[in-house]
């Protein structure tokens, strides 16, 4: 067995995976939000706090699998500093004190694995990666080496999403409740720009259509508020806009490369209008979509834990005094 763990940004997570199966035998995390919500957003300094907190409970599900466990894995990149530092100290402790082997997991790598949770792994392909802090196009050859496609030049999806849901009075995370308010709404009702509009290049945006909904909130308030109405057509033309662009970007790729199959990975990949989307575009190409089960979008070791079983089997460990927490790292 493999031991994972996660604490790249808000969530701490463990994982148990069985290698010769890809069963996972455990899988437990602790959520953020409650703490963040406070403040609209992710604070790095109390992140670290949390996962100081919370990882060493959720090790504790994991010690009666210590005795089968060949390799403790953590991610180690990209992410925020001061979280992944948590999860690669206790994994560093862990490696001494069972005299076990370190496998270091991309964060991304990571997310490309949800697609195979308990499964074998299927390459090549290509994936659309949709979070709070990514918004890329990556490929996977034969041998799933990964490779950046395109990225976005400013926001991330889910970061937009949760700015709108926050100009919308929805709280910190809101991309969930955006999603569940554009249900109610009329997503033709306000004509948002389709960022990016006439540019052949291979590009995410979504600053300006964030600012656009800024705007859009500001003058439909009176006396400081907006109508239940007003607030669900908002988010819904919003919520059609975002995906139109993201679909054109990926429409696009799939034009010029010409894919087996794509996935849909990453947080705002739970997104249900974006998925049922994604599907229809991968029938258009008869191409094969692929998603990760709703419960392993987000952040989680389960995802961390396949990916290392892979790692495991080439052998690709690494000294402990010798990890680099990386915050940055684009996918060559």
Do not use: W
């Not at 919308?168 to 991309?175: A, R």
């Not at 600012?211 to 003058?219: D, F, M, Q």
């Not at 419960?295 to 005094?321: K, L």
């Amino acid at each position: 067995m493999i031991l994972a763990i996660e604490s790249s940004c808000d969530d701490s997570a463990v994982a148990i995976i069985e290698i010769a199966s890809y069963k996972i035998a455990l899988e437990a995390r602790e959520s953020q939000n409650d703490a963040h919500n406070a403040y609209g957003g992710v604070v790095p300094e109390l992140a670290a706090r949390l996962h100081a907190e919370n990882l060493p409970k959720l090790l504790e599900l994991a010690a009666p699998y210590f005795g089968r466990l060949k390799a403790i894995a953590v991610t180690n990149r990209p992410g925020l500093t001061v979280a992944l530092a948590g999860g690669v100290v206790m994994a560093q402790a862990l490696s001494l004190a069972l005299k076990l082997p370190i496998i270091c997991i991309h964060h991304i790598a990571g997310h490309l694995y949800s697609l195979f949770i308990e499964s074998e792994a299927r390459f090549p392909l290509s994936a659309l990666m949709v979070s709070g802090g990514h918004t890329l196009l990556i490929d996977a050859d034969k041998n799933g080496r990964l490779r950046q496609v395109a990225a976005s030049l400013d926001d991330a999806l889910g970061e937009a999403f949760d700015k709108c849901a926050k100009l919308l009075g929805l709280g910190y995370p809101g991309g969930a409740a955006l999603e569940k308010l554009a249900g109610q709404g009329d997503e033709n009702r306000f004509d948002f720009p389709i960022p990016l509009r006439g540019d052949d290049r291979l590009a995410f945006s979504y600053s300006g259509l964030k600012n656009s909904v800024r705007l859009a909130c500001e003058k439909a308030a009176t006396d400081g508020a907006i109508d239940e109405k007003t607030r669900a057509d908002i988010a819904a033309s919003f919520q059609k806009a975002a995906v139109a662009h993201l679909l054109r970007v990926t429409d696009r790729f799939v034009m010029r490369a010409r894919p087996q199959r794509l996935g849909l990975i990453g947080g705002v990949s739970a997104n249900e209008y974006l998925r049922s989307r994604f599907a229809s575009l991968c029938t258009r190409h008869g191409i094969e979509p692929l998603f990760a089960p709703l419960s392993f979008c987000g952040d989680n070791a389960a995802m961390i834990a396949r990916a290392a079983v892979v790692q495991f089997h080439a052998g690709a460990f690494a000294e402990p005094s010798e990890i680099k927490i990386v915050s940055r790292e684009r996918l060559e």
